[in-house]
């Protein structure tokens, strides 16, 4: 995989800089904010080598890249351009007041501020696990020093996580993340405490000030710091140039302070405490159910990003009580589905190639990173994640009877095994039938359900002794396949083509054609493997298994299958010269796009070359365009 070729070409089709407001990455996503997420080229987007998908979801737009991301992430930033001012341009972006685009705000601020400090906390809770384990097995004592050292790493997350909050809330408001973290130490200064855990009521300038502890919040502070965020513009305006630097932050502390304690702070308190209780309330009366149905649904959470929004649910939960006992758990059903359903399928495929993919999505998905085998295979194949909702279903339902809890914010899976370590040892041992009922019935389903495997049809029949069925009109020659042109017009080199994705050959090799009629034919025999959306690009297999994607014009996505006809669909055979798409050469071009259509095989790592013919520059759909050996 080359991560400059991907994030390049990422980068152009998302709109440059123009259109880049932000990124940050997750384990396995691109997460970019848009100015106009609708310039974002999708379907070719999803179509470059090395990404899995892409979906514009909680005010987001979301690139799906795997195990690597961190890699292309270096790749993309810098592409960035540090002196331009996305806070600036963000504010005139018009914001949309409809549910959706509130909605989607809502879940871009969730994630912007939470997931930054998800490794910390990751690593603490992992940690407080690793330590019970220690005692509960006599390898350490809790009156040794040592333990009490590690303890006190361990909390000092949680502890201290209104100050971690408040620095990823800063960049999220887009406030000083310094002046942020003052108030966040505010909240949690030692003399502070002393004088609210005391016996007498406490006031400021005549107002009460309630008794609240703010360790381990996570309301109050983001609440606080979106306050500072409007208080801060204000002190900037009235504050002259000379005395700015201390002016500013002055009158911002001892505005927003004293407002964050005496109403803030215990209103966000009060709506944790009621986000955590609302959940063990539902999960009291109907608590196996909860867990049953969002076991069954994480994976249309994950596949839109949206597993982001439930952090404060999880947070307040691992605050108080200390455990959470619904998403997480669910999770746990659902990676292991996702993982058990890659293996399962990657021992059923005859395709060697998608064995492999499957292979690795499943491992993946075991360790609790799931995208790989959702896009890669379980997406792919539609019937295997029918497969894996059942698994995580019925293994959702045991872990929701059991009461199953977890104790860490982490993603679980094998490694993170700790994350169900308690006192109560049997608490392990629910996570560990869950997983357990999660990977077998999900393999027995997968192999009871089945699927369309990837060798196609076509390439089945070949063996078979019916002539129809076993020639190819694209001239095969044991190793070399010759693949026509599949529309009428002059052949261009794609390193000439005005678009870096195909002229860097970041999506693979081939040729190009400027095309003189509206007409894209077959160019072999073979089969669609899939029709976009949006009309203007299409994807075909040979029954010799080249893969090539016919995209006419450039940009062109943008028409939204305006101008186009397509005459066949998703999975049916071709033969060579049959017509496949229909389009409105002219119109087109007055609506100011480039026709040039680029030609290109895809898998180019099956193979040792491919070469394109160039000897005449006018070509038809009688005449080689391309050699693959």
Request: hydrophobic share 50%; net charge neutral; glycine share 8%.
């Amino acid at each position: 995989m080359n991560y400059k070729d991907i994030a390049q070409a990422i980068f152009n089709k998302v709109g440059g800089n123009d259109n880049i407001n932000s990124v940050i990455h997750c384990s396995t996503r691109l997460r970019m904010t848009l100015r106009k997420p609708e310039l974002a080229q999708t379907d070719e987007i999803k179509a470059l080598d090395g990404v899995m998908g892409a979906v514009n979801s909680g005010g987001q737009y979301q690139v799906i890249i795997g195990n690597d991301v961190g890699y292309v992430y270096n790749e993309l930033v810098k592409l960035l351009d540090p002196n331009q001012s996305s806070s600036d341009e963000a504010e005139k972006v018009k914001m949309d007041r409809s549910f959706k685009g509130l909605f989607n705000s809502f879940a871009s601020m969730i994630a912007g501020i939470f997931q930054p400090i998800i490794p910390a906390i990751a690593a603490s809770g992992m940690l407080k696990a690793l330590l019970l384990l220690c005692t509960v097995t006599g390898i350490m004592s809790k009156e040794s020093q040592t333990y009490m050292i590690l303890s006190v790493i361990s909390d000092a997350a949680f502890y201290f996580l209104p100050m971690l909050l408040a620095f990823s809330s800063a960049q999220k408001f887009k406030t000083n993340p310094f002046v942020s973290v003052l108030l966040g130490g505010v909240l949690l200064h030692p003399n502070l405490i002393s004088l609210l855990g005391g016996e007498k009521a406490v006031t400021f300038a005549g107002l009460p000030v309630a008794s609240v502890q703010y360790a381990t919040s996570v309301i109050p502070i983001i609440l606080t710091i979106w306050l500072m965020s409007y208080i801060e513009k204000f002190a900037d305006k009235i504050s002259p140039g000379p005395v700015k630097i201390f002016l500013k932050p002055l009158i911002v502390i001892l505005i927003v302070a004293p407002v964050s304690l005496i109403a803030l702070g215990p209103l966000g308190t009060y709506l944790g405490l009621g986000m955590s209780n609302g959940v063990f309330w539902i999960q009291e009366r109907i608590g196996w159910l909860t867990v049953v149905l969002m076991s069954i649904v994480m994976p249309l959470i994950v596949m839109f990003g949206m597993h982001k929004v439930f952090y404060p649910i999880i947070f307040a939960a691992l605050a108080s009580p200390g455990y959470e006992t619904l998403v997480l758990v669910a999770m746990l059903a659902s990676n292991m589905a996702q993982g058990a359903g890659a293996f399962a399928v990657s021992l059923k495929t005859k395709d060697p190639k998608f064995k492999q993919i499957a292979l690795s999505a499943g491992i993946s998905g075991v360790f609790g990173i799931t995208e790989p085998a959702l896009y890669g295979v379980h997406l792919r194949l539609k019937k295997t994640l029918f497969a894996c909702m059942i698994g995580a279903g019925v293994a959702g339902l045991f872990a929701g009877l059991m009461n199953l809890k977890a104790y860490a914010a982490v993603g679980p899976g094998f490694a993170s095994l700790p994350m169900f370590i308690s006192e109560d040892h049997s608490n392990l041992v629910y996570a560990l039938i869950t997983m357990a009922i999660s990977i077998i019935v999900t393999f027995i389903a997968v192999y009871m359900i089945g699927f369309q495997d990837t060798v196609t049809e076509p390439a089945k029949k070949e063996a078979r002794p019916e002539p129809a069925k076993a020639q190819s009109i694209s001239k095969s020659f044991k190793s070399k396949t010759v693949i026509f042109a599949p529309m009428e017009g002059t052949v261009i080199p794609l390193q000439q083509v005005k678009d870096e994705a195909f002229s860097q050959e970041a999506m693979g090799k081939g040729m190009a054609i400027q095309p003189s009629s509206g007409k894209v034919v077959a160019p072999f025999d073979g089969i669609v493997a899939n029709v976009f959306r949006t009309k203007h690009s299409i994807a075909l297999k040979s029954v010799e298994g080249v893969e090539l994607l016919i995209h006419i014009g450039l940009d062109t996505v943008k028409l939204k299958g305006q101008h186009f006809t397509v005459h066949v669909q998703e999975g049916d055979e071709i033969k060579h010269g049959q017509l496949l798409i229909e389009f409105e050469l002219e119109a087109i071009q007055r609506a100011g796009y480039d026709t040039i259509t680029p030609i290109i095989v895809t898998n180019m790592a099956d193979y040792l070359e491919i070469m394109g013919h160039e000897s005449s520059e006018k070509t038809g759909p009688e005449k080689p365009l391309i050699t693959v050996l």
